[in-house]
């Protein structure tokens, strides 16, 4: 089953084609994270005009790359929740006329959901049940217990902002660019992770398995006022010791979790599995019973369509969409995974 998959719930106008869930056979993407560098974060309205520009010629690259006619794609896949309201019309309206003229099924996809099936792009083994997953990036934070194909537990989220947020407003802060993570990561290989003891929310017993980033934010907002000037070696080490603080919490949180679950696999997923220390962090700390995966290539941390259309197949194949279905799938700009 081929299905053309449809992305554009923040900064990046994908499109995909994937077989049976897993083969990618092209995965095209077009971001406008450059004109939001100027402005530190994402503008909704630029990222919206963005993607009326770029979905059409994206989405037949897409096609063009895998080689496949229209004739030959079994079903269309579009995110439709959460995201930025605007960047989501443009997917889910261009999905649902595709899905119209062309006549093919449309499914809609949890963002979430999408990252949770980047592993299974490259997974060369059976999955093995319950898997923990941690799923983070600049608009989500959570650790998700998958009992079974789309059989999702939310079992802990983050109280204020996610780790990806964080890391793309200290950024914002030491005026270093945008998207803050792959900036701050590169320049922490030159820091020190314990020059600046970065507080750790560990929380209470009710919140063991949720985060929060805030108190982090604020500590190194300070710090960075305590320095008349910021100089490369004072920002190294602060990026350093800002990015241990983050990992530190999220390895500890996940295996903790792993443990109690008593998981087979843990992922990683989300824009933020693309940081080196946190799967440098998660191999030393996981027992070795427990399987660790993330996407090998980092092209499928950060938002994708392949993702989406690999969702799609294994969300069809437990509950299989009907042919007028896309008439009903609407935008959501939230809406919990389980
Ligand atoms: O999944 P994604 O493309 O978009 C959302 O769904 O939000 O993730 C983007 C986020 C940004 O916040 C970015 O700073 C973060 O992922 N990110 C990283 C790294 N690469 C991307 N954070 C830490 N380390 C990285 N290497
Ligand atoms: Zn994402």
């Known amino acids: ?199 750790r929310a560990r929380l209470n017993k009710d919140n063991q398995y949720n985060f929060s980033f805030s108190g982090l934010k604020t500590a190194v907002k300070q710090e960075i006022h305590r320095h008349a000037e910021l100089t490369d070696t004072v920002i190294a080490d602060i990026a350093a010791s800002f990015q241990m603080a983050v990992v530190d919490v999220l390895s500890e949180k996940l295996i903790k979790a792993a443990d109690d679950f008593d998981v087979k696999e843990i992922h990683l997923a989300g824009g933020v599995s693309a940081n080196r220390l946190l799967r440098k962090m998660t191999t030393e700390r996981i027992d070795q019973s427990i399987k660790l995966f993330y996407p090998e290539n980092l092209i499928y941390c950060t938002d994708n369509a392949a993702m989406v259309a690999g969702a799609a197949y294994f969300s069809h194949q437990k509950n299989p969409v009907k042919a007028d279905q896309w008439k009903r799938v609407e935008a959501h700009s939230q809406l919990s995974l389980s």
């Open 1 to 199: 089953m081929k299905i053309l998959g449809i992305e554009t719930s923040c900064d990046e106008t994908a499109a995909a084609v994937v077989e049976n869930g897993t083969k990618v056979l092209s995965n095209v993407i077009a971001s406008s994270v450059d004109l939001h560098a100027k402005t530190g974060g994402v503008v909704p309205e630029v990222a919206a005009r963005e993607h009326i520009r770029q979905i059409s010629p994206v989405i037949d690259q897409a096609l063009k790359e895998a080689s496949v006619e229209w004739s030959d794609i079994d079903a269309i896949a579009v995110t439709h929740a959460p995201g930025l309201m605007s960047s989501l019309l443009v997917g889910v309206n261009t999905a649902q006329s595709l899905a119209y003229i062309h006549k093919k099924p449309l499914i809609p996809v949890h963002h979430i959901a999408g990252h949770i099936y980047a592993n299974f792009l490259e997974k060369k083994e059976e999955p093995q049940f319950p898997i923990l997953i941690l799923t983070v990036s600049g608009g989500h934070n959570e650790l998700v217990l998958m009992k079974g194909h789309f059989d999702f537990e939310v079992i802990g989220e983050t109280l204020d902002d996610a780790a990806g947020e964080a890391f793309d407003k200290v950024a914002r802060m030491l005026d270093i660019g945008f998207p803050g993570g792959p900036i701050i990561s590169k320049l922490a290989e030159k820091g020190s992770p314990n020059a600046f003891d970065f507080p």
